[in-house]
Each structure stands twice: as structure tokens, then as C-alpha cells.
């Protein structure tokens, strides 16, 4: 949908009287920073726009709306599965700016959020009075609440507390013709529709979030980590079924394969063997005598399972250590080729074993490296296809391997995605977990919030028409970036 | 209302669906769904169906559609908030002949039910594996799983485990057109908008659950039972903010105030000192070495507060006792009045103290008398107004008083329904939390389900008008 040059010009200067010029880009060299999230997708906006409050955001929807432009709401762009991509051009709404903790209410363990606000900053402040925000995805230290609300983000502590959506209370947020509205309470369970629940996860397309009333929770009253090391892929997958068929919920239960601890070691190492097939780390909370029997239940189990050690933590510095590792893998991944394709399937964890012998196969059968990094004990698969986007022909095959990988989740009876979203990516293979009818009620809803389709087009839903201006990155990696 | 002939043109095409004998349109059979747990409200439906699989719901669905007529979906009828009246006449869909388990996965956790299960015998076939289903309404003996997705009911365990919304994976559901979808997957956090999410607490509005799929959890390994007895309900409300604070999260904490401790004991002997002025049942789970100590601080906090009494369960007849007291609670207080007035509000826990001492304030200025029997560790109370509804006037204060409760509920920034639902009774009161953007992003929502406006209709959301029952109750209802 490219805006000619008068229509594009009045928009320009209305928005500029909204939110003042600096708060406008349209430059090339300017909006290029908007045309990409962490996926390998790229698609340039028309504009972007950086409102400082409600208000402005109100103005910004209301004047793309009567422009009949797509209006892309943006947190901090770190998303995997393209959904801040703007696929059919129009205005990228940065929320970036609106990053104020508006309150914290200790006492009814709330606190009050705009959508800027870095995931990490909730729980640094109020982790002295002995509180946390549960969700943490990996990219936390950067990641903004508001990305994390659209995309129901999970992280390693889901396992035992759950995703975004079960920490939000209500949302406020500006819908397609400029107003605003609460969805949900600042209690659980207000009454009417669950619309703070279709809100969360919905990336982007019913409207844009302005503030949220998130739960805090207490912070236990002991943490213990252990990593126990595998020689065989299958002996480790075999422990995650059996730690969670003996009944143990572990705050986390993180696993990751040769390949990665091969990255990480050359990274920035932490001590994890390098000659192990994989490692699993495991860590408990809760009361004292819980945890430390607990802790014990698991080790005997990795033992049985054939673990060739097992290491507890024995200090906080080993615990954050042994965290530093896994955190920092997605990176380090960088050390093995120049791109990565990260997946993020979801199988019943009973399938666990199979899965990954699939995914061995399917890197073997398409010649593809994947490095496994994931949230084991969620039964929610990361593979990550490592490849070099300059050889031809290596990107179709990452994303033909891909596929294949999402095809062996949904037939296990699992999912497309257990974090990352649908977004621009996976929105064709949708059909293959709902029906034309399922997939319509969805549309239905979108309808109802979002009349003219402008929030961000594209995303989701498979459609027929194809994404015009997208573009899957090029091989233009400037020489000497790729060390 | 239907005219006769309209009404026998549209049974004689609902009979070639489902088996004449489940096709109920003489007056006294149908009289027998006029009304459901809300005593206050009544109207009878036209036709009353009860379909035998979601085949035959999509079949009559279509038909009402067709006629024209609202469709009023119905479990077991003891919903607290007249969302099954059929306020506007039409037809009964009456799911409970679909009480099959389809399919107990232990491995993965969860089952498949019809919506005709009811809330225990679900519990029942999963305890055959070690599992059950978490949420437990006081009407778990008799409530179905479609009415408890309905009205996302909660229960006492519910502090621990959260209530219906928490615990459902995937379901079947017949849409106005008659069109079948299935929302969610058995798989957690499916893609696209939770829809499972929308339609659960729904309260029939948006569509018809034919099939469910729940989530199970394993027993935990031990449990612990305590009985806090206090002189007064301040001392109980402290307590359970303090325990709150510490960061321990019980299974449950229920509040049982003297009027209903009273009730119950002349009822059912439960073992609740007679003199006390509340008690509070306190229950944690876990691992069995964890639980002790947990315990003792439940108990040191407890003791801060001036306890007359703290008497753990030492076995598993007593704890069961202690339990019964409760469950039943509800029931005994038919001994004290012909009739009662259940609430249900939520405070935000640390208000608790407060917003109890405003309850009693409201049951002193209308003279009347409040029993509680409440969640009270999620701040989810049960005021319930006892009453005679002979006498002159009483009903206006009852209402009046219900009200206030309410919005005391509200301005101490809670809501006005816990686990019972808006329904008829409280569609207007929603004006008091949504505003009218927030309110239209709802409507739009359920016109994008029901354009025509037939499922439930008069329920869930304000319209403006007055509700349109009869807050009298029969004559001779009380013998």
C-alpha cells in the first residue's frame, strides 16, 4: 500500500503537529532501522513515529486511520517471527518512549507498566523487597513489556509459572478509531469477555497496548540449580520425562545440545564440557526442606537416567554461572556461521525423545547443522538451523527444514510456536492446526476490533494475498561483520 | 413467546433431530427449567431440548436460528445469577445427557469431556490415574463441567490452582450458525487469539460447548487441614491479609463467620466451636517434609491474631468433616431463614478487614441478617442476606443492601463477581467497572459470534433496561 506523495505529505505533517518532528522519521536512513525484528524477515515502513504517551498514540492511530495506512505497533524489535515487520509499508508506531513504571502496589503484588518498559527493569525494581515479574524470556534484557503482552512471550520459568498471559491483569489499549479501552481489572478474573486474554498474543492486530497492570510474585525463599551432563541425546530427553512424570514441577528445565555448548564454550565459556551430547539444567524453588529433597529426587533421576555427572550449584557466583551459559546461547550461536533460523515448536513432552531423533534426522536428510537450545521441561523445541545466508540456495533449505520440523510438532500433537508467535513467518502453516471454520472465528474477532484490517496486516492469518514488500534479508552482510 | 402454531411448527422439525421423547413443550414439563440457583428470577422457555451429541446441537441450533427463536444453553441448573432463565422465552438446549469422559490422557494430563460431565464424577474417573480436576465449586456434586466453563467457576482450592480459565485446554463449539469449530489445542498457549480464553465465562452468549478438553494435576503427596477459630471476623480478615503478605499461598483459606458456623452445626456437626465469631479453614499441600514447617508459620501468624483455637486435622475423617462443614455450609442456612441471597464479590485481599467491616455495617443500617462463607484467601466473598421474603418491603432492602455490598466491593478496587458470573443479576452493575468503550469492544465481540443476538440474550451485558424479572418468589416456594 505505497502513499503517494500529497496523501503521504499530509500525513506527514499531521503527524509531525501530533507528536513534533523529531518524534516523526521518514528518512530512508532513518526508517531502515524499523524494517527488521530478530526474524530474518525485512520489510521497509513508510514511517515511523515515536509517541510519548496515550494521547499521541491516540492521534497516531486515528490519523493512519483516516489515511488508510497499516499502522505497526513496535516494542523493542527483538521478536522472532516477524510481527513488528511491516509487511505492506505504512506507519511503525515505536513504542519505545512509553517506558515508565507508573506504580508498584507491593501490597497487592501489582505493578502498573507502559509498553516500553524493559522486561529485566520490572523485576531490578522491586527485587529488593523480595518480589519478581515471572516472565523471562531470553532476550529480557532488552525486550520491552508490550512486546512480550502481544506475543504471550514465554521463558525458562514457565515451566512452573506459566506465560504472559497469565501474569497480565488488564491492558489498556487504543483501538482502530482512536479510542481507548481497559480489557480485564487490575483483580483476576473481572467479569463479561476475557478480552485481555484475545489481547495478549494477538501481535499487534486488534490494537495498541498503552499501559498494563501486570501480577508480581514473591521471590522463593531458596533457589538450586544443578546441570547434569549426558553423553547420549536420548538419556537426557528420557530424564525430562521421567523428572516430570515422578510429579516434580522445577521452577525451570532447560536443555542444550553439543552443538550449542560447542557455541557457548567459544563464546564466552562457562564451563560446560565441551565432549557432553547434552546438558540439562535444572533448577528448584520454594521452601527450604522442599527444595533440598527435591533437588536430591532429580539428581537421582539424571543418575538413572545415565548422566555422567550432575553439578549442584554450590554457590550464587555457580548458580549465575551455570544461568550464563544458557542466557547468553542465542548469541554465542554466532561463533558457529553467520544466521541462524530459530524454530519454536511445542510437543507433548511424552514425545520428547522422538522429537528430537526427528529433528537429528531432518538436520542429517537436508544437510542443515541445528543447534538445540529449549525449554525441555515445556516440551517447547528451539532447534536452531545454523547457516550462511550467502551460499545460494541455503535459505530455502533452512526454511524447507524448518517447516519439516513444525510438521513433526503438530503431528505429535503439539504446536507451531510455544513463545515466538506466529507473526509474518509461520502464518501459511496455521491451517495446519486449525480449520477454515476455527480460523474464521479468528477473523471474526479481528473484525470486530479492527474493521479496516489496519493493524498490522499480514500477520497471523494465512491469506492469499502475498506479502508484496516483504523480503526474506538478502545476502548483504558487510564483509568483516561475521568473525 | 412463541405462538402455538410457531411452536408447534418448530417441535415437529425438532423431533425429526432428536427423539421425540427429549423435545419437552407442554407447560409442565418445561416448567421445570424456569429457573435456576437464582431463586429470585424466573420465565419459562418454549421448547426444551436435550440433544445426545453435538451432531443433534448443531442440528437444533440451526432450527432455532431458522425460527428465529433465542437459545438458551443449560447444565445442571444451579447457576448462581440467572444466566439460564430464558428471559426472553425460546428454546432449552439442556446438555446434560452428554456426560460421557471421552478420553482420560495420564501421560499428557488431560481429558476430553462432554459438557453433561459433572464436576466430581470428572474427578472421580481421574483419580483412577492419580489426578484431578482442580477447580471445585460448592455445587461440584451437582454442576456440570459446560456450566462451570460457563460461568469460569472457581472454588475453595482455586487460591492454589486458579479457577476454570486456568484449566482448560481445547473445545468444540457450536456457533450460532450452527457451524462447528474447535478452539484451542490440547498443546498449551495455542497461536492465534485465545478463544478458549473468550468463550470460557461467557456464560452461554457465544456459543454452545459440545465438547471440552480439561486439564488434570497430580495429587500432591500430603495435605494438612487447619481449623483457626477467633472471637471475631477482624481477627480472621487480618490473619488471612498477614498470611497473604508473608508470601505463603495456601489451597485454600475459607472464612466461616458465626451466623453460618451456627447453621452448620445444628446441620451437619462439623466440629466448629458454636461461640466462636469466625473460623477459618486453612489447607496446604505439598511435599510431605515441606508442609510442617509451613504450617508452624501459618500458625505463628494465626497466633498473632488472637486465635481461641488452632486445631490441625489428624485424620483424614476429620479433615473430611472440617470440609463438609463448609461445602455444605451454603445448604444449612436454610435452617436459619426461608430464604438467602448469595453474593459475590472480590476485594483485593489487602481490604479484606475493611470491606468485612463495611458488610457488616450494610447487614446493621437495613437490620438485616448476613451470614459469610467465603473464599478468603483470594478475597472472594460470599455475603449471603438471610431473609423472609413475606414480609412486607423486604425484598427492596435485600436488593438494596446486595447492592451496596457490591459496590463497596468495587470502590475498594475489586469486582463484582468472583466465580458466579453477571448473568441477569448483575449484567447492570457491569456499568460500575467497564466504561461504555471498554463495554462496546464487548459487544462487538459477541456480535462478531452472534450477529442475531439469539444465544443467551439479557445476559452478561448491560442493555439499559430494567431487568426484566420478577424479583418476587412464588408463593409457597418456602414450606
Request: hydrophobic fraction near 45%.
Amino acid at each position: 500500500m505505497e502513499l503517494n506523495g500529497e496523501r503521504r505529505a499530509a500525513l506527514i505533517a499531521e503527524l509531525r503537529r501530533i507528536l513534533g518532528d523529531e518524534s516523526v522519521l521518514i528518512e530512508d536512513a532513518d526508517v531502515i532501522v524499523y524494517e527488521q525484528d530478530g526474524s530474518i524477515l525485512q520489510a521497509m515502513p513508510e514511517i515511523v513515529v515515536l509517541p510519548a504517551d496515550t494521547a499521541q498514540v491516540c492521534g497516531v492511530v486515528a490519523a493512519a486511520g483516516r489515511a488508510g495506512v497499516p499502522i505497526v505497533p513496535r516494542g523493542s524489535g527483538t521478536g522472532l517471527a516477524g510481527g513488528a515487520v511491516p509487511a505492506e509499508g505504512g506507519v511503525v508506531v515505536s513504542l519505545a518512549r512509553l517506558d515508565r513504571i507508573l506504580g508498584v502496589d507491593l501490597r497487592n503484588r501489582t505493578a502498573e507498566l507502559e509498553p516500553g518498559v524493559i522486561n529485566q527493569d520490572v523485576t531490578k525494581g522491586v527485587a529488593n523487597d523480595g518480589y519478581f515479574y515471572a516472565p523471562d524470556p531470553s532476550s529480557q534484557a532488552a525486550c520491552s513489556i508490550g512486546g512480550n503482552l502481544a506475543n504471550n512471550s514465554g521463558g525458562p520459568h514457565t515451566l512452573a509459572y506459566g506465560v504472559t498471559t497469565n501474569h497480565a491483569l488488564g491492558v489498556e489499549i487504543v483501538l482502530h478509531d482512536g479510542s481507548v479501552a481497559w480489557l480485564g481489572g487490575v483483580v483476576p478474573d473481572v467479569p463479561g469477555y476475557d478480552l485481555c486474554g484475545v489481547f495478549i498474543g494477538s501481535e499487534g492486530t486488534l490494537g495498541i497496548v498503552t499501559r498494563a497492570v501486570v501480577r508480581l510474585m514473591r521471590s522463593r525463599e531458596r533457589v538450586r540449580t544443578l546441570l547434569a551432563i549426558f553423553d547420549r541425546m536420548d538419556d537426557a530427553t528420557q530424564a525430562v520425562v521421567d523428572v516430570t512424570s515422578a510429579g516434580i514441577v522445577p521452577a525451570a528445565l532447560e536443555m542444550m545440545d553439543k552443538t550449542t555448548i560447542d557455541a557457548i564454550e567459544r563464546g564466552a565459556p562457562v564451563g560446560y564440557p565441551r565432549d557432553a551430547e547434552a546438558v540439562l539444567l535444572v533448577e528448584v524453588e520454594g521452601v527450604a526442606e522442599y527444595t533440598d529433597r527435591v533437588m536430591k529426587m532429580v539428581e537421582e533421576i539424571c543418575a538413572r537416567a545415565g548422566a555422567r555427572q550432575v553439578r549442584v550449584a554450590q554457590t550464587e557466583q555457580e548458580r549465575q554461572s551455570l544461568w550464563k551459559g544458557r542466557k547468553g546461547a542465542f548469541g554465542a550461536l554466532g561463533t558457529l556461521a553467520p544466521n541462524y533460523y530459530v524454530m519454536d515448536g511445542v510437543v507433548p513432552r511424552s514425545k520428547l525423545p522422538e522429537t528430537m531423533r526427528a529433528v537429528a534426522e531432518i538436520s542429517g536428510r537436508f544437510g542443515v547443522q541445528i543447534a538445540n537450545v529449549f525449554h525441555a521441561g515445556d516440551g517447547n523445541l528451539h532447534p536452531n538451523i545454523l547457516f550462511d545466508m550467502r551460499t545460494p540456495g541455503a535459505l530455502e533449505r533452512v526454511i524447507e527444514a524448518g517447516a519439516e520440523i513444525l510438521r513433526v510438532c503438530v503431528a505429535s500433537g503439539g504446536s507451531l510456536t510455544g513463545e515466538h508467535g506466529i507473526g509474518l513467518e509461520k502464518r501459511e502453516y496455521m491451517g495446519w492446526l486449525f480449520s477454515e471454520h476455527d480460523l474464521d472465528a479468528m477473523a471474526r474477532v479481528r473484525a470486530a476490533f479492527d474493521p479496516t484490517m489496519s493493524f498490522n496486516p499480514a500477520k497471523i492469518f494465512p491469506t492469499p494475498a502475498a506479502c508484496g514488500e516483504t523480503r526474506r534479508a538478502p545476502a548483504k552482510i558487510p564483509a568483516g561483520l561475521w568473525l | 413467546m412463541m405462538t402455538s402454531m410457531d411452536r408447534g411448527a418448530l417441535v415437529s422439525r425438532l423431533e425429526q433431530v432428536v427423539d421425540a421423547s427429549y423435545v419437552l413443550h407442554r407447560p409442565e414439563d418445561v416448567v421445570v427449567y424456569e429457573q435456576d440457583a437464582f431463586l429470585v428470577a424466573h420465565a419459562q422457555p418454549d421448547v426444551v431440548v436435550l440433544p445426545g451429541s453435538a451432531r443433534e446441537v448443531s442440528e437444533v441450533v440451526r432450527l432455532a436460528r431458522e425460527a428465529g427463536v433465542p437459545i438458551v444453553a443449560r447444565g445442571a441448573g444451579t447457576g448462581l445469577n440467572g444466566g439460564s432463565v430464558p428471559v426472553a422465552g425460546g428454546l432449552m438446549l439442556v446438555l446434560t445427557r452428554m456426560n460421557r469422559v471421552l478420553t482420560i490422557d495420564p501421560r499428557s494430563r488431560f481429558a476430553v469431556v462432554e459438557p453433561g460431565v459433572v464436576n466430581v464424577d470428572l474427578t472421580a474417573a481421574a483419580a483412577q490415574h492419580g489426578l484431578f480436576y482442580a477447580p471445585d465449586p460448592g455445587s461440584q456434586g451437582v454442576s456440570t463441567i459446560g456450566g462451570n466453563v460457563g460461568n469460569n467457576a472457581g472454588g475453595p482450592h482455586c487460591l492454589a490452582y486458579g479457577v476454570t480459565g486456568n484449566h482448560i485446554l481445547e473445545m468444540e463449539v457450536v456457533m450460532s450458525s450452527g457451524e462447528t469449530v474447535t478452539l484451542g489445542s490440547p498443546a498449551v498457549d495455542a497461536p492465534g487469539y485465545d478463544l478458549v480464553g473468550l468463550l470460557v465465562g461467557s456464560e452461554g452468549t457465544l456459543g454452545v460447548i459440545t465438547r471440552i478438553t480439561v486439564r488434570l494435576l497430580r495429587r500432591a503427596e500430603a495435605v494438612r487441614t487447619l481449623l483457626a477459630v477467633f472471637e471475631t471476623i477482624d481477627d480472621a480478615s487480618e490473619t488471612v491479609s498477614e498470611i497473604i503478605a508473608t508470601g505463603i499461598v495456601p489451597t485454600a483459606m475459607e472464612m466461616i463467620d458465626g451466623v453460618v458456623i451456627r447453621a452448620v452445626e445444628a446441620a451437619i456437626h462439623a466440629g466448629y466451636p458454636e461461640d466462636a465469631g469466625a473460623v477459618l479453614l486453612i489447607e496446604v499441600e505439598g511435599h510431605a517434609d515441606a508442609l510442617p514447617r509451613l504450617m508452624e508459620r501459618i500458625e505463628g501468624v494465626a497466633g498473632r491474631h488472637r486465635p481461641s483455637l488452632l486445631r490441625t486435622a489428624e485424620s483424614a475423617q476429620e479433615r473430611a468433616l472440617l470440609w463438609k462443614g463448609r461445602k455444605e455450609g451454603a445448604g444449612a442456612l436454610g435452617r436459619l431463614a426461608p430464604a438467602y441471597y448469595l453474593h459475590d464479590g472480590v476485594v483485593p485481599r489487602t481490604m479484606l478487614p475493611e470491606v468485612m467491616r463495611k458488610v457488616q455495617a450494610i447487614a446493621r443500617a437495613h437490620g438485616l441478617v448476613i451470614g459469610n462463607l467465603f473464599h478468603a484467601g483470594d478475597g472472594n466473598l460470599h455475603p449471603t442476606i438471610l431473609f423472609d421474603p413475606r414480609e412486607p418491603g423486604m425484598m427492596d432492602r435485600v436488593v438494596r443492601a446486595g447492592e451496596e455490598i457490591l459496590r463497596a466491593c468495587v470502590e475498594a478496587g475489586g469486582s463484582i463477581t468472583g466465580e458466579h458470573g453477571v448473568g441477569i443479576e448483575k449484567r447492570e452493575y457491569m456499568r460500575w467497572l467497564f466504561t461504555d468503550v471498554d463495554l462496546d469492544a464487548m459487544r462487538r465481540v459477541k456480535n462478531a459470534f452472534d450477529p442475531a443476538g439469539l444465544l443467551n440474550p439479557g445476559k452478561l451485558l448491560p442493555d439499559g433496561t430494567q431487568s426484566a424479572y420478577s424479583i418476587q418468589p412464588q408463593a409457597g416456594v418456602w414450606s
